[in-house]
């Protein structure tokens, strides 16, 4: 059965320059364009660790929305679900870097999102309850993010929240999710707690199970991730000797992982190992999505370190 990704893909549109900016001015360097967002890079990620997986998204009637449809495709996600609408602005994340590499600013554009709908959904509604597992994109307004988890109620639902700002949107109703993974800012905001050592961890996860979620992952960075579930919990360190390129993406393999062990019935424990070794992988490559990602890299590597 299919996993199915409700959520956002974007044009990222990258500038470097080669020396330091100078205002008002044109600055020599490199422009980097490459499909993003949170939603299209789990699907990429499920796909390359080889699950059956289905995005669900709105996209733009130009050349780029239609390169990354297609490239999706060309992974093997089922894009049939993928909508594409005339005279709109694909979601879009333009950002000039400084001559460190830092972002020293970026613009976004991710109003097309507004455009999956309660009535969307419903119109997708049997194929969505035929899934084994619903992903649900932090970037989903609040009202699409309720309605969701009230119609899908019969489905194993997963939740990332994406920022702490985003992740607050899902707070009144995050006991529908079986899994969610935050990380320490967004659980904060979720359950209108601080959480300052490990100890608050675990109660974070207590939290959320107190209100029904079955499985919990909390990222923490450089410390690992925590998780939780009926019967076990525990913390993952990182493993040693990481070269790490880019951080960024590792998230997104996380989750996919995450829905992954939701669809085959792993345990929360089997998962977060999966979970770290996929982060793992993405950052050590410069791209979000690691080219490298593979199922049987990832078992390589937990044999290794067990």
Known sequence: MKIAIIGGINIDIEGAPYKEIKYHDSNPGKIRLSYGGVGRNIAENVARLGGDCAMISCVGSEPMSFGAKEHLAAMGVDVSHVRVLEGETPSMYLSI???????????????????????????????????????????????????????????KLFYD????????????????FFAVKPNKLEAEAMLDMKIGSEEDVIAAGRRFMELGVSQVFITLGEDGVFFMESGDEGFIRPAEGIKIKSATGAG??????????????MNARKIAEMGMAAARITMESQNAVSEELTIELIKELLNKEI
């Open 252 to 265: 997104d393999s996380f989750s996919a992982c995450i829905l992954l062990g939701m669809s085959m019935g």
């Open 161 to 176: 929240p994406v920022s702490a700002n985003k992740g607050v949107r899902a707070k009144h109703f995050s006991g529908r």
């Open 97 to 155: 870097l400084d001559e460190k590499g830092d972002m020293e600013l970026a613009v976004s554009d991710m109003d097309i999102i507004n455009r999956i709908t309660p009535e969307y959904i419903d119109e997708i509604r049997h194929f969505l309850e035929g899934a084994s597992v619903v992903a649900l994109d932090g970037n989903l307004t609040e009202e699409i993010l309720e309605h969701a988890t009230a119609v899908l109620r019969g489905t």
